[in-house]
């Protein structure tokens, strides 16, 4: 049977009894055996719970606990023997489960006589299993209608319209942050009034990419709380609503994106407060525009991820793993290929919600500040709210950019949020 605190073997506690009944003291069988003082001890203990030591035999299933014995005139007239049962099998952690706490109770010895486990579903498992459903329900997602492309497009250009850490589904009370209000019906609003401000603003670039940086919805579960840690976050709404919610913005984006552009690349980068969020996302994009050859979804369930235009080389990861000093090391590594064979590389990470630009030896890498206004945790920094349009040229790298912040594009698109769930009319 294995033991629960420490494994001993068999062939070492049959060699214990053997000298034991040979009159050999505990200190003669650890010399014998080569092993310390106490470590001889627990295997005559050991041996004594089996009945090895000249009890009657011990139950199946059980151990010899206590012994009593009563002598009279100098003579053994009776004993007895307390047995209780053996203890259980080794634990395993159940599929699935990854062991957050474990709380014991140990004799003299060190042996577990009770232990308490306590587990927690494992947040990548829980992703991996909702990847697969998702997957196995594609032919019955209905798939969106190619629309018609725009007439006139520059070819060698491609705008960057990049958000992050919009935390749709947070609370924010301006009496406490000073930093605004916000909710699931202003975060929706938001997204919608930056995107049409935007749009209207950029170049009419053939290309356009909806770089969504990560931590779209505020928290992962019914539970509001961060996945990994799980810190107690200030929300708004039910988890159905933030879902709700989220899939009327990427529908409302692309739309609107794909009026303004003949191709669209997609990315919902991994993040640290909706890792299965975003994978859903992208599962549910993918299948949905499944028909529409002029919106490509990158699936890649990792961290990193690149889209490569011409001459220039675009890297997203949220920054949750790396940031700003040493991001750009593991993403050429990753994509050396494409890193290779392109002149002009950038890369772009959050997760901090404050700009940082920085140029190193390999590319450029770009910080990005949020929209959103911060909860009562992010108050303690101080940062501007605003979110960027980057236009690239095949040949020549970054050709310009547009900025505009929270405050300017409040109003710029006449959608109404729909905090009730009921779908609103679409944004252009």
Not at 98 to 120: F, M, N, Y
Not at 166 to 179: I, P, R
Not at 329 to 354: D, E, M, P
Request: hydrophobic content about 40%; aromatic content about 8%.
């Amino acid at each position: 049977m294995t033991d629960t605190y420490h494994s001993i073997p068999e062939g070492r506690i049959a060699e214990a009894v053997r000298l034991h009944t040979e009159g050999k003291s505990i200190r003669k069988i650890a010399k014998a055996l080569g092993v310390a003082y106490a470590t001889a001890n627990k295997y005559i203990h050991r041996a004594a719970e089996r009945g090895q030591l000249g009890t009657e035999p011990v139950l199946p299933g059980f151990r010899i606990s206590q012994t009593t014995a009563v002598y009279r005139d100098g003579a053994l007239r009776a004993e007895f023997v307390q047995q209780k049962p053996e203890k259980g099998e080794e634990f395993e952690v159940p599929a699935g489960h990854t062991v957050k706490g474990v709380s014991a109770l140990v004799d003299a010895e060190g042996r577990t006589i009770q232990q308490w486990v306590k587990t927690r579903n494992d947040g990548q498992e829980q992703a991996s299993a909702l990847a697969a459903a998702v997957e196995a329900f594609k032919d019955e997602i209905p798939r969106a209608a190619p629309v018609a492309a725009p007439e006139h497009t520059i070819a060698d250009l491609l705008n960057q319209y990049t958000i992050t850490d919009h935390h749709l589904g947070a609370l924010a009370w301006n009496e406490e942050t000073g930093a605004g209000d916000y909710d699931l019906r202003i975060g929706e609003q938001l997204v919608i009034d930056w995107f049409a401000a935007a749009i209207a603003q950029s170049p009419p670039a053939e290309r356009a990419v909806f770089a969504q940086l990560g931590d779209f919805l505020h928290y992962d579960s019914f539970k509001s709380v961060t996945p990994e840690h799980q810190h107690q976050l200030d929300s708004d709404s039910r988890y159905p609503k933030m879902v709700r919610a989220a899939i009327r913005i990427v529908r409302a984006v692309i739309a609107m994106l794909l009026q303004k552009h003949k191709y669209l690349d997609v990315i919902m980068c991994d993040a640290n407060h909706d890792p299965a969020g975003e994978v859903w996302l992208r599962e549910m994009l993918a299948a949905f525009y499944d028909h529409e050859p002029r919106v490509k979804v990158d699936t890649n369930p990792g961290t990193y991820s690149v889209i490569e235009h011409g001459d220039v080389s675009l890297f997203y990861h949220h920054g949750h793993r790396r940031g700003t000093k040493n991001v750009d090391s593991i993403l050429v590594g990753k994509f050396r290929r494409i890193y290779g064979r392109t002149q002009f590389s950038y890369a772009h990470t959050g997760h901090k919600h404050s700009d940082e630009l920085r140029t190193t030896d390999l590319m450029k890498v770009e910080q990005h500040e949020t929209l959103a206004a911060p909860d009562a945790y992010g108050s303690n920094w101080l940062s501007g709210r605003s979110a960027k349009v980057i236009t690239y040229h095949k040949e020549f790298g970054e050709d310009g950019r547009v900025t505009l912040s929270a405050a300017r594009v409040m109003g710029a698109s006449k959608r109404l949020a729909a905090n009730d769930n009921v779908p609103a009319r679409a944004a252009a």
